[in-house]
């Protein structure tokens, strides 16, 4: 477990929880847990009791003690050990562990928030275990229940509520409550140890960020609890929440920021998981503690075969998210599009329209769109004066009606509107706006006379006419053919984010764009249909095609243009 005897000062001096070398540790199966001055006595005192329990869902009911990983008792330790009775304060306030499904997260869970309300020393204390959904909370309660059950010392010790889902120390009046999120339901949080159960499916829901300030905020008077987030990988592109929450814990891992959290990630490395790597089974141990206990390698095979049977690349992506915790978008799907793995290294957090704009020597614009549970995408790009780098800024509208056709990705849409980078409006005020920033990149004397705003031929008569009333004369626009007609640009893309010729304004808007887009091979070329990203939306993306293709025909501004033949 590699704990170290600890002293006063180290119990007051913040801890550095970074693990710099967890790619090392992951491939050699090591633990990915830094080595830490833990209060031993603290500890003991912890897993004596997170052994004795036992697993009510497993044939014959065995202990922790006997069944449990080494990782669980090492997350254990770590969990109660860092805390100093002495001053009553908790050296690592934070947990968060990425895990895939059937690693005993659900028992865990459970397990943990039993031995806080055992080992907890404050009286009238509140123990909050926050599932995602009714269904979650349920089977959380009755986990927790079946614990207390199966010891008669416990039984005795607590009081079960499965209509209220509380579980009551006789002695302690602590009161552990199972709860589905909902900011209703948890404003007003005074609890000292929280455990948040699927963050990736929790942080869906629109009142996410409101939960989890509220929870935050009541551990801020109680220096002695803690908030243990346990989840899997999501099943699509993380946004929002979930994403801000994946990247603080990894910042934390890599040395980058220093935090009180204990980030656990059970995650591969890019370069191994990359290009289907994570379908090879000596990969599977290394994220899956659990191999040979709870999680079945013959079930992973089977469920493996059957998709790449099929070629069913939705379920390959759900096996990959949810088995092997891919991140998709990133090393996932086979068919994504290559300049994905590149993408969120060419951000430039600077790169408005205005600065776009001001950078500039010409620009040429792109746009598509569809009907109204559509959005409409535009992307500009501007190549860089003297050093002839693309600059690319993108924006999308959408009807509101969107939001009720697509349930599932209303959130997300929600949090691209937070961020800026998505407008919802009514027709025809979409079409509007996209003309007043064609027009501000025509007043600034960056367009073409020919060829500076690409689109697809088809439904855009509004568009045209709302160009045209902004006096954009037909020569300025391009009709182009989709499909294969694309390849161009989306080789041309991959090959000047690869080189580091080109910057984006790392909108999380686009990495999720980015991340919807799936390749199809159509004889000599690539495309990047809407159609084979389903239902996640790419239109600001094949705006962003419609003007690399006219950006890479070396256009210059009509100024410029009149000024070579000037004699």
């Not at 562990?97 to 907890?120: C, D, F, R, Y």
């Not at 764009?513 to 239109?539: F, H, P, S």
């Amino acid at each position: 477990m590699g704990r170290r005897p600890q002293t006063t000062d180290q119990l007051t001096t913040p801890w550095s929880t970074a693990c710099p070398d967890w790619q090392a540790r992951i491939m050699q199966q090591r633990s990915l847990i830094p080595k830490l001055p833990l209060n031993e006595r603290e500890v003991e005192r912890a897993l004596r009791v997170f052994k004795r329990l036992r697993i009510p869902d497993v044939i014959g009911t065995p202990t922790n003690g006997e069944v449990c990983a080494p990782w669980v008792f090492e997350l254990v330790a770590a969990i109660f050990g860092a805390y100093d009775p002495a001053t009553r304060r908790r050296m690592i306030r934070e947990f968060f562990v990425l895990i895939p499904k059937k690693n005993g997260k659900s028992s865990l869970a459970a397990a943990i928030m039993v031995t806080a309300a055992i080992v907890n020393r404050r009286p009238a204390a509140e123990l909050l275990l926050i599932a995602p959904t009714k269904k979650i909370a349920s089977i959380a309660f009755n986990q927790a229940a079946g614990i207390i059950r199966l010891d008669a010392e416990l039984n005795k010790l607590f009081n079960l509520s499965a209509h209220t889902s509380t579980i009551k120390h006789r002695m302690t009046e602590a009161v552990m409550q199972i709860k589905a999120a909902d900011a209703d339901v948890i404003t007003g949080s005074k609890a000292s140890y929280i455990l948040v159960d699927e963050t990736h499916e929790f942080a869906q829901k629109a009142d996410a960020k409101a939960v989890f300030i509220e929870i935050r905020g009541g551990l801020a008077s109680r220096p002695d609890g803690f908030m243990i987030q346990i989840t899997t990988q999501s099943k699509d592109p993380p946004v929002g929440l979930f994403k801000a929450e994946l990247n603080t814990a990894r910042a934390v891992r890599d040395g980058v920021i220093s935090l009180p959290i204990l980030p656990v990630l059970y995650e591969l490395p890019f370069d191994v998981a990359k290009d289907g790597g994570w379908r090879d089974p000596k990969t599977w141990p290394l994220v899956n503690p659990n191999l040979h206990r709870s999680v079945d390698e013959a079930y992973l095979r089977d469920e493996l075969a059957k998709a790449e049977r099929t070629d069913d690349t939705t379920q390959l992506q759900l096996i990959a998210s949810q088995h092997f915790n891919v991140e998709v978008g990133s090393a996932l799907p086979d068919d994504a599009w290559r300049a994905a793995d590149y993408w969120a290294d060419r951000s430039d957090y600077a790169l408005t329209l205005e600065n776009l704009i001001e950078r500039s020597e010409v620009a040429t614009i792109g746009i598509d769109g569809g009907g109204l549970d559509d959005m409409l995408g535009l992307a500009v790009i501007g190549r860089e004066k003297q050093t002839r780098r693309w600059l690319i800024w993108n924006h999308a509208y959408a009807h509101p009606k969107i939001l009720d056709r697509y349930k599932e990705l209303s959130q997300t849409l929600l949090e691209f509107e937070a961020e800026g980078s998505l407008t919802f409006c009514q027709v025809p005020d979409d079409i509007k706006a996209l003309g007043e920033v064609v027009a501000q990149i025509r007043d600034a004397g960056l367009l073409p006379e020919k060829n500076a705003i690409g689109f697809d031929p088809n439904n855009v008569g509004t568009i045209i006419e709302e160009l045209v009333a902004r006096r954009i004369t037909d020569p300025m626009l391009r009709r182009l053919m989709q499909g294969t007609a694309l390849s161009p640009a989306i080789w041309g893309i991959e090959r000047k984010l690869s080189d580091d010729t080109l910057s984006h304004g790392g909108l999380a808007l686009m990495r999720w764009v980015v991340g919807n887009a799936k390749v199809e091979v159509r004889g000599n070329g690539n495309i990047i249909t809407k159609q084979a990203a389903g239902r996640a939306k790419i239109d600001p993306l094949i705006a962003t095609f419609c003007a690399a293709i006219l950006m890479s025909w070396n256009p210059v501004t009509a100024r410029r243009q009149h000024n070579i033949f000037v004699i």
